[in-house]
């Protein structure tokens, strides 16, 4: 089937999304240069600064979380790419020009840690005060090289919530990483997105068919099966993160179910309901969840699911006040 897109030349469709995105939140970011989404007015000086990067095509990820209580710069690639080392380094440097440091965050998918990893040896060069925190939490990958999903926003608003009331860069790192390792996600497809530049499909799937384990981009699963019921995919997946994250009773959880584009709020919100009842029976605690579509992969259907076990200090750090184009607390 022929894409169907309201785009114009597909050479400037990352320019001019990232300048429609700046004039339909003008209170929240502006562009800097011609890639970086930042807060449009900056964290007083000497405020840790908290940075991201990725590929665009993926709205409202990563950029549509700039803002008060979550991050000051998202540095975007090209659609589904990374954005150049190069980038990255302007994007650092400006943002340690104003802060007490900065926390880069970085999703684990193979362009955006190389670029992320060459900045890096660039700015400590320059002795710039900066920490790098990978968040890799897909249970369908191989232990060690898990991709990053959803959870990346679970990390963007705690860390963020610490850097907004003043706590120093060892302090926000330590909160961001504890966020990072107490968190799973788990995705399913049942529908595949086109590439809007190319045109071409992702992947494919069969019309009576879905994939648990698909990646962001259309990695291959670790289960092809027959199309599920929201309450049997719902408990296929729960499970699969309880176990992997170990979740006892009592313990206390978020859940994020983000939809990848193409998947119906009715749809999640059925999903929901059989992780809460599912939860309940198993005597753990849904303290906070959060439903919508946060990080998409153009029209593809499917969800994601993340769980994550939290503490006091993590629940008051979710809770504090946010206000970015797309995640705002309370």
């Given amino acids: 089937m022929r894409m169907k897109k309201f785009i114009n030349d597909p050479r400037q469709l990352t320019a001019e999304l990232l300048e429609g995105f700046t004039l339909a939140f003008p209170r929240h970011v502006r562009l800097s240069g011609t890639s970086a989404i930042v807060r449009a007015t900056p964290k007083p000086a000497g405020m840790v600064r908290m940075v991201t990067l990725g590929g665009s095509g993926h709205e409202p990820g990563l950029s549509g979380f700039v803002g008060r209580g979550m991050l000051d710069a998202s540095i975007a690639g090209e659609i589904f790419a990374a ?60 232990v060690g090289d898990r991709r990053g999903l959803v959870g990346c926003v679970a990390v963007y608003k705690v860390a963020g919530a610490a850097a907004e009331a003043g706590a120093s860069l060892e302090r926000c790192f330590e909160v961001a990483q504890r966020m990072a390792g107490n968190m799973r996600t788990l995705a399913v497809a049942v529908r595949t997105a086109t590439n809007p530049v190319t045109g071409q499909p992702i992947f494919e799937l069969g019309e009576d068919e879905m994939e648990i384990g698909m990646g962001q981009h259309g990695e291959a699963g670790t289960g092809r099966m027959r199309l599920k019921s929201a309450n049997q995919t719902a408990e296929i997946m729960l499970d699969q993160l309880l176990t992997d994250l170990a979740v006892s009773a009592d313990e206390e959880v978020l859940v994020i179910l983000n939809g990848a584009g193409a998947t119906t709020l009715m749809e999640l919100y059925l999903v929901f309901r059989r992780v809460a009842q599912a939860l309940e029976a198993k005597s753990i605690r849904l303290v906070r969840s959060a439903i919508g579509e946060f990080i998409t992969t153009q029209e593809q259907a499917g969800f994601q699911m993340m769980i994550a076990r939290m503490d006091k200090e993590l629940i008051e750090l979710w809770d504090a006040p946010a206000d970015t184009p797309f995640f705002k607390m309370p």
């Fill in 83 to 142: 954005p150049g080392a190069v980038k990255c380094i302007e994007a650092i440097r400006d943002a340690c020009a104003g802060g007490e440091g900065t926390l880069l965050i970085v999703l684990n998918h193979a362009g955006d840690v190389l670029a992320a990893n060459i900045a890096m040896q660039a700015v400590d060069r320059e002795g710039l005060n900066v920490k790098m925190v990978l968040t890799e939490e897909d249970i369908s990958s191989s």
